[in-house]
């Protein structure tokens, strides 16, 4: 594994793989590697010739400096999973390398980008992650980009500014990796006392009761969240949103009539969780999110 730290260092490292015909593959992180994103580094290296991982801490897209300041920082631990996971070039640049000095362009999403997570963090949110995406895209011009289904909100402002912006980049996506209790793996997992870890497991608990309660026939969404809602409450999380939406636009559905996306974000102590599933309402087996997701791979 070759690691660099500048945008001249990347594309020259890039430039001959480019010049051979080989398809590159990004996987965009911010580092504190975990089983998630080794499951993107696993597909990349099946579906391309060559992977990039990028382990930046984007500034940008933190609407609260004490939450900038206590996320996890593991370079070296990091260096030593993506070599082992099959990553070709590790792109570790200094923030004044993303942003230099005079930099002033923003990628401004709307739409999809201004409900959930773009209403709860702030505009500047999806702000500062459209725009570092559209950054990285064009510093590595990878022919295919991957993320992961946990920050689904994410995926669908991605897609649609890949589109809205015509970048020549295929956008993939990989199930949610989960612990073998159901937690949804995050880098700010690390920051979870062992009891606030047991409270953080009511998220995914929330989401496997709205499913039962929509594939037993419930079609309010009120109605059908309201059991997750109390077992978040019991817990001693702080929900701020549990919500069913439509799939693709993130919009809140008036009436379960099809297959719904359950999103959710609490507060678990100090650190800011979320999750979600998507529930096909159809009849069928109710097989638990456990079941479904645990360490899935793409």
Known sequence: MRTVTTV?????????????????????TMGALHDGHLSLIARAGQECDVVVASLFVNPTQFNDAADLDAYPRTVLQDARSAAAAGVDILFTPAAEEVYP?????????????ERLEGAHRGRGHFIGV????????????PDVAYFGQKDAQQVAVIRRVVTDLNLRVAIAVCPTVRDADGLALSSRNARLSATDREAALSLSRALELTRDAVRDGEDDPVAATAAGRAAVAASGARLEYLELVG??????????????????????GTVRLIDNVLIDPAPGSRESILATATLGRC
């Open 8 to 28: 001249a260092a990347l594309r020259a490292a890039l430039d001959a793989e480019r010049a051979a015909g080989r398809r590159i593959g990004l996987v965009p």
């Open 101 to 113: 000095h005079g930099f002033a362009t923003q990628v401004v999403p709307g739409g999809v980008a």
């Open 247 to 268: 799939p693709d636009d993130l919009e809140p559905v008036p009436r379960i009539a099809g297959p719904v996306l359950a999103v959710i974000a609490a507060y678990v």
């Open 130 to 141: 459209a725009t570092v995406v559209v950054k990285l895209i064009g510093m590595a011009g």
